[in-house]
């Protein structure tokens, strides 16, 4: 196994960070460049078609490479805060000053991105590549590793250059990547089947090349994708949930607790719904149909699910109608380890489940969804029009992005992922101090990743 300090070694020269994408140069006819040689292709040289719009912003555990920023080496060189070990502030990314950033997604330890171009390599990965989760990534052929302390181009078998990327998301060791018109590629570990494919007990995900492709489900085209833990769900255009992965809470939702390689279509009460949202982090489903009614199956240990029987795992979707009546339509949804949050159309939020919910220090646990107060969010008589558009969940943290573009974060503090300046555990929300208008952000376990447009 490759340490940290040995990936360093290989990626940091006396030049810029160089990745060889072997693939690339087969693809292109061009000479797969010697790594002993000094001169190589940087990879903020890969081209692209303008300048972008948006900015990206990292913060949380730096080391394993899910950042993007490099660790200073050598004695004599400037030392940086904590040695850039972590960043507790927000911390904008040259990636997306190069790039034209679309999508985002943060997974255990590793961040995905896309960007706007027509060449090859439209995602780029950094951080942790044990499974090869972003992709095959090595200094010479058979020798690949298993960190990547900048971002690097994914090789993906796309049959036109014109393919964009439209959503992206990553579990624990898996990655989903969507285009408009070749469907879903899924790349890493698949030991449950959550890459959606045949199980083989004694692949090797270390080094791997293989990336799989769902082109469509049930005859119909996919228009969104969700990673949770090990499990993965595919949202078609006739909004039918599929699943595959991992299923031994019930998170595939398929009436069993069984893995399942290929995807195959939710059961219960989504199966007459119109679906446009689902949302996972760990082992908890939740589903939006297009009437703002919510669905949910999966872990419910700490009653996110709430059945009747008590059961803690449900493998069905199951509606709950009636456990958010009163709340409104509801717009977005979001679930995390142990605890799940929604918004509705008013722009209020509800949280219930267990943790550190953002209702203060003495609610750590709500069976039924409890409004966290409006003003929390920056709503006063000053400016009343102030509200909750978007929500996210990592798995012990949570965050809001409002009409204004500003982001709240609360929740478990591991690493400083919620970028709040410190270490302490955030028991209610509290501005991030983010140098731009929020668009997204997405939650992993100990970092956090926003886009931002911005103010000027």
Known sequence: MITKMNAVKVLFRNRTPTVFINRYYATTKK?????????????????TSKSSDRNMYLWGLAETGALGIHIPRGKNRKQYRNNFSLCWY?????????????????????????????????VFGMGINTDSQIGYHAPR???????????????????????????????????????????????GNNAYGQCGRRINPNEEYNGSMVS????????????????????????????????????????????TYDNQAVP?????????????????TGDCVLALNDQGELFGWGNSEYGQIPMQCGSQQVNMSYSLREFTRGLGKITDIAAGGSFCLIVNEAGDAFV?????????????????????????FGRNEFN????????????GHLAAITNDGHLYMWGRNRQGCLGLGSSKDQTFPLKVAIGGHV???????????????PFT
Not at 94 to 120: N, P
Not at 145 to 152: C, K, V, Y
Not at 157 to 177: C, N
Not at 264 to 280: L, P, R, Y
């Open 212 to 255: 799989y492709n769902i082109k469509r489900l049930g005859k119909e085209k996919i228009v969104s994708v969700c990673c949770g833990q090990d499990h993965t769900l595919f949202v078609t255009q006739g909004g039918k949930v599929f699943a595959c992965g991992w299923g031994a809470d019930g998170q595939t939702g398929l009436g």
């Open 31 to 47: 000479k797969i460049p010697d790594p002993d040689e000094e001169e190589s292709l940087p990879i903020f040289q890969y081209p």
């Open 439 to 453: 668009l997204k952000v997405t939650c992993g376990v100990d970092h956090s990743v926003a886009v931002c447009r």
């Open 264 to 280: 195959a279509a939710v059961k219960g009460d989504i199966t007459t719904e119109n679906i446009v949202k689902v949302a996972s």
């Open 352 to 376: 219930w489940g267990y943790g550190l919910l953002g209702l203060g220090p003495n609610v750590e646990h709500s069976k039924t969804p409890k409004q966290i107060p409006s003003p929390l």
């Open 141 to 187: 052929m058979g020798h690949p590793l298993e960190l990547l302390l900048s971002p690097a181009p994914i090789f993906l078998p796309y049959k036109s250059l014109e393919t964009k990327i439209i959503s992206i998301d990553a579990g624990r060791a898996h990655t989903a990547i969507l285009s408009d018109n070749e469907g879903v590629f899924t790349l």
């Open 90 to 122: 927000p911390m904008r990314s040259s990636f997306a000053e190069r790039f034209d950033v679309e999508q985002v997604a943060a997974g255990y330890g590793f961040t995905v991105a896309s960007i706007k171009t027509d060449e090859q390599h439209k």
């Open 384 to 395: 009343t029009e102030a509200r909750v558009e978007k929500v996210a969940c990592g798995i």
